[in-house]
Every structure is written in structure tokens, then in C-alpha cells.
């Protein structure tokens, strides 16, 4: 039986698979998709090729977890920062600054282009969902506010995240993106006269 390197069988299985993800993210990040192979992933963590398969069934799989890894934490951010405000407007304008936030904080850019163009159909799936669960949290804000045609505005305000989102991963400054992004949606959002 191998040796487990942490407090419980638990622990030591999720530190493993962040090690696979983590090097299988270094192998992207590095070579590129094609060099994404079983064997490459298990040296770069420094386990056995035939280990790898406990954690994952195939490289598709693994391609998944690396695209997806830090979405639970991005939707829970923009969660907490939109229940930290009480008026819908101002909710509104923390799930865009909130959303900005988290694409500064990492490799947005690359793992969106790796997602659209390596993952499997089932696999694209699956992240549209996880896209679908946070656009939830502002068509409950939208409805909140009572806007006249609510799946417009979810789509006209998730398009101003998404084109802010692409600026900040072409190297815009992401503080002066998001005191746009916000200001923006707040006139969206304005009271017609």
C-alpha cells in the first residue's frame, strides 16, 4: 500500500490531484495542448504513469480540471460580493466589479482560449453550465430591480462584463476597467427619465 503524505487518505488524494493539476497546467502553460500527455503529467509530479488514472480517467479529463479549477471560488467571490451589498444596484455593480476582480487575478485568457478550442463537447458542456450558474446570480439581481426587459439587461450587463474581462486579459490596467465597467452599469441600470 503506498505511503499517504498527509493527515488522512482524504487530504493526501486531493493533494495529489492538485499536483496533477498543477502540472499538467505547468505543461499548457509551457508547451501547448499537445504536449499534454499521461506521461508527461505523471514526471512532472513525479509519480508513476499508471498512478495518474486513480485521479482522473483520461487527459481530456485532466484538460477539464485545469480549465475549471478556480471557477468554484469565482462564482462564490461574486456571490459574497454581491450579498455584501443591500440595493439591487449596488449589487449589480459588485458582481461586474467582482467578476473584473477575478479575471485580474489570473490566467483568465488563456484557460477561456483553451477551453473553447481543446476541451471535449461534453467538457464545453460542463463550463457553460458553471458560466450559466453565475449568470444566475445577476438575473435574480436584475429581477430585484424590477427592469423592464430583465433577460435583455442580464445580457446587455454580462456583455460589459465580458468585453471588460477581455481588456483586462489583453493588459489593460484593471483598476480603471472596473471603475468603468461599474460606472457603465450603473447607467445602464439608471431609471429611464
Not at 53 to 61: A, K, L, P
Not at 144 to 155: D, I
Request: aromatic content about 4%.
Amino acid at each position: 500500500m503506498p505511503k499517504i503524505e498527509a493527515g488522512s487518505v482524504r487530504e493526501h488524494r486531493a493533494q495529489r490531484l492538485a499536483q496533477l493539476i498543477d502540472a499538467a497546467q505547468a505543461i499548457l502553460e509551457e508547451k501547448g495542448v499537445d504536449a499534454l500527455t499521461a506521461g508527461a503529467v505523471a514526471a512532472r509530479a513525479g509519480i508513476a504513469r499508471n498512478s495518474i488514472y486513480r485521479y482522473f480517467d483520461s487527459i481530456d479529463d485532466l484538460l477539464e480540471l485545469v480549465v475549471t479549477r478556480g471557477f468554484h471560488a469565482w462564482i462564490e467571490a461574486v456571490e459574497q460580493a454581491v450579498a455584501a451589498e443591500a440595493a439591487p444596484e449596488d449589487q449589480a455593480a459588485a458582481y461586474v466589479r467582482a467578476n473584473l476582480e477575478q479575471a485580474a487575478l489570473g490566467t483568465h485568457g488563456w484557460l477561456a482560449a483553451l477551453s473553447r478550442g481543446s476541451l471535449s463537447p461534453s467538457a464545453r458542456r460542463r463550463v457553460q453550465e458553471l458560466h450559466t450558474s453565475l449568470h444566475e446570480v445577476l438575473a435574480d439581481v436584475v429581477h430585484r430591480l424590477g427592469a423592464r426587459s430583465p433577460e435583455l439587461t442580464v445580457v446587455v450587463v454580462q456583455a460589459v462584463v465580458d468585453a471588460c474581462v477581455q481588456r483586462i486579459d489583453q493588459g489593460d490596467e484593471a483598476a480603471e476597467v472596473v471603475d468603468f465597467a461599474q460606472a457603465a452599469t450603473r447607467r445602464l441600470l439608471a431609471p429611464g427619465d
